[in-house]
């Protein structure tokens, strides 16, 4: 199968490794990867801090750029978010019906990494080994806009050497939430302590997750307490093996749309 990588910010910025190890995994089990490269961000950002004019053009050029793939993945269940129940709504806010009608069709071929995997490859074993004691967070958008459910814990549970232990509260938020943690940050911090003696009680040497930013809000408080528990997105546990533990692949770009 062709899949177009729709990488996101954080990923490209900050989290590489996370795309990077996407990359792997889909070749690793036979998909053709491309990286359109005029993506930009999907301006979930901008909805949520009220510019939708600013958001409407990053509507129009995410279309733009992806209407031409059978099928979009990302390594974010946040991102994925957006684009399922914001694109349209923006472009109808706007007058736009054309662009919203393209949205909504844009969306029903856009994945989370883990919602591909065991909805459309139809896989939860992916060949990954990972010695190490894991535990995992659900991040709010990917529990409660995506409902991915259990799909990450099926394929964690199938990955052999690690040990895979279950995170109490876990479907208390972080406390990330965007700007939410900048606007609010004496909230944030609480909501982030929690999670925090959450993640230590499970003994986990890794906490686990299918967004970067909220791996970066528990894993920059973690880092602080020097608790020796690490922060790694799901993509590099999956795309983990004995033969390549590490490593990666540069996914084809893709400037003149799906060939």
Do not use: W
Not at 14 to 34: K, N, S, Y
Not at 100 to 105: D, K, Q, Y
Not at 127 to 155: E, F, I, N, W
Not at 183 to 205: E, I, W, Y
Request: aromatic share 6%; hydrophobic share 40%; with cysteine.
């Amino acid at each position: 199968m062709r899949v177009a990588l729709f990488v996101t910010c954080l990923a490209d910025t900050l989290f590489p490794q996370a795309a990077v190890a996407t990359v792997r995994l889909l070749e690793r089990l036979g998909h053709e990867v491309v990286f359109p490269e005029d993506q930009t961000c999907c301006g979930q950002m901008h909805v949520n801090t009220g510019y939708p004019d600013d958001a409407l053009r990053l509507v129009r050029r995410h279309v733009r750029v992806f209407a031409p793939y059978d099928v979009v993945v990302a390594p974010s269940g946040s991102c994925v978010g957006s684009v399922r129940h914001q694109h349209a709504t923006v472009a109808r806010r706007a007058g736009d019906e054309r662009l919203a009608g393209r949205a909504e069709e844009v969306a029903a071929r856009t994945y989370e990494l883990s919602e591909f995997l065991v909805d459309v490859a139809g896989v939860t074993d992916v060949g990954a080994y990972y010695p190490h004691r894991v535990t995992y967070h659900p991040t709010c958008h990917s529990l409660r806009m995506l409902r991915v459910g259990d799909r990450p814990l099926s394929l964690l549970r199938a990955v052999r050497g690690l040990e895979l232990v279950e995170l109490p509260q876990a479907e208390q938020c972080c406390g990330f939430g965007g700007t939410f943690a900048v606007k609010n940050p004496d909230t944030s911090t609480a909501m982030l302590a929690d999670k925090m003696r959450h993640v230590l009680a499970t003994g986990a040497d890794v906490c686990t997750a299918g967004d970067a930013s909220c791996l970066m809000h528990i894993g920059g408080g973690l880092s602080r307490l020097r608790a020796g528990v690490r922060t790694v997105h799901l993509a590099e546990i999956l795309a983990s093996t004995e033969a390549n533990p590490a490593g990666g692949a540069v996914a084809t770009p893709a400037t003149g749309g799906a060939r």
